[in-house]
């Protein structure tokens, strides 16, 4: 089993051994084109090093430890993150620009270097978060999880760790490098047996191994102990080892959120208990579900920094989540069914309007008759032509006379039901959320203007 450290296990770094080398490390080049500058940060697989190009940009390289360079599966899975970050291509993700080996057999990627700290150091240093600002970040998480589980990947790896927060308040998430990557199982694929991921933020389908069942309700329940631990500072199952959380995480449901902060409010505790639902088909759907549970009641609640945030809507769906029963009709459909409801009203109004001018034309010659039969001829001669189809009545330049009034009055009715149809239907269609920024399908890659782009010579 392969395993990520708990943000305990991160508190206290990983080993001196690898903190050595790391810092050793600084100095030299890698690629024969990039300074390492700094120790950024130590993992349990690969070191982040702040660097500098030789045309005298900045960036964050990655090397994977030496150790694990020769090893086959590790090695490519590493490669991998690139390709798995730049199919999500959301601006909330950190740009991957270049990876690949040098001739001391080093195996690095380079990313944009971030200035700022992440959720984790944020609440070893600080304690627990704000709730408007864990709101704020789950919003932007999921953001960029709606857009990732509609191109096929899930990232598997959602923690605080993971978050991090520039210095201009941007949030980033970090670390594809165990994605599952739809349609390239190669690159991402797991061995039957192994779990890969932090325990603590396991689903319990990972936990349990039951990789069968990881889709994006694993990255959803990801979010919820997210979310979890920085409002309570606390992991959503108490424990002493890793081993220990893994079989808490696969066997027993998760605690309450109110249990531990019962003073948060009903909705947001709701929300995340909703989404750390052991059984996955009470979990949210899909991360867009979420996403509104969370901004719909932040905005009423006057939570505005959280609910300012604005989800990208995707004109994609991933095939396996469906939509919250909430959304709207298609306006199409919407338009066609007025349509035809108006055109059936105007049928029955057209229908009676036909009886009632039948019936008064066999009074009017009737009462003529009675009160001046030398007239009746020349009575009926000027109210039939004026006993006209509605539309007619509806255009002529001619003064209707007093009979044809009467019998019009029906039909003016009917013909004007279409009318009120057609200002009121586009009320009834869904009005596109206005998106906050570019959506990531049409923006423009991080490397496109970048014409410092890891020249090889």
């Not at 279409?418 to 991080?446: E, H, I, M």
Request: net charge neutral; no cysteine; charged share 20%.
């Amino acid at each position: 089993m392969e395993a990520r450290p708990t943000p305990a296990a991160d508190e206290g770094l990983i080993t001196n051994s690898y903190q050595h080398a790391a810092e050793a490390r600084v100095g030299s080049t890698v690629g024969g084109r990039l300074l390492l500058e700094s120790v950024i940060g130590v993992g349990g697989t690969a070191t982040v090093y702040a660097a500098r190009h030789r045309n005298g940009r900045a960036f964050a390289v990655k090397i994977l430890h030496p150790e694990y360079a020769h090893h086959p599966g590790i090695r490519q899975r590493f490669l991998a993150e690139g390709y798995a970050a730049n199919r999500v291509d959301h601006p909330d993700i950190v740009a991957v620009l270049d990876e690949g080996e040098d001739e001391t057999g080093t195996v690095f990627i380079v990313m944009e270097l971030l200035r700022g700290k992440s959720l984790l150091e944020l609440l070893i240093e600080r304690g627990t978060l704000p709730k408007e600002q864990v709101i704020s970040a789950a919003l932007r998480v999921l953001d960029v999880l709606a857009v990732a589980h509609d191109r096929g990947v899930v990232h598997r790896d959602i923690k605080p760790g993971n978050l991090f927060l520039t210095e201009d308040g941007a949030l980033k998430v970090l670390d594809f490098g165990i994605a599952r990557v739809e349609g390239n199982p190669g690159a991402f694929a797991t061995r039957p047996g192994t779990t890969l991921g932090t325990p603590a933020f396991m689903a319990p389908e990972l936990a349990a191994g039951r990789l069968d069942q990881l889709d994006a309700l694993t990255d959803v329940w990801a979010v919820g102990a997210t979310m979890f631990q920085l409002l309570t500072g606390e992991p959503v199952h108490p424990s002493q080892t890793d081993n220990e959380l893994l079989v808490l995480a696969a066997t027993r449901p998760a605690r309450s959120l109110a249990k531990v902060r019962p003073e948060l409010d009903p909705w947001l505790v709701a929300v995340v208990d909703r989404a750390l639902s052991f059984e996955r088909r009470k979990r949210w759907p899909n991360a867009r579900a979420m996403h509104a549970a969370l901004a719909d009641p932040a905005r009423r609640a006057g939570l505005s920094a959280a609910a300012a945030h604005t989800l990208l809507l995707s004109h994609e769906t991933a095939p396996e989540m469906e939509l919250p029963p909430s959304r709207p009709p298609p306006p199409g459909r919407l338009r066609s069914t007025l349509s035809w409801l108006a055109g059936l009203g105007l049928l029955v109004a057209g229908g009676a309007s036909v009886l009632v001018l039948q019936h008064r034309a066999v009074e009017a010659p009737a009462a003529s008759a009675t009160a001046a039969p030398s007239t009746s001829s020349a009575v009926m001669a000027s109210a039939a032509p004026r006993a006209m189809p509605t539309e007619q009545l509806g255009t002529s330049g001619a003064q209707p006379s007093v009979a044809a009034k009467v019998v019009a009055t029906p039909p003016l009715v009917a013909s004007a039901a279409p009318l009120p149809v057609d200002k009121r239907a586009p009320k009834s269609q869904a009005v596109p959320v206005k998106p906050a920024r570019p959506s990531p399908a049409s923006a423009v890659p991080a490397h496109a203007n970048n014409p410092l782009f890891f020249p090889t010579q």
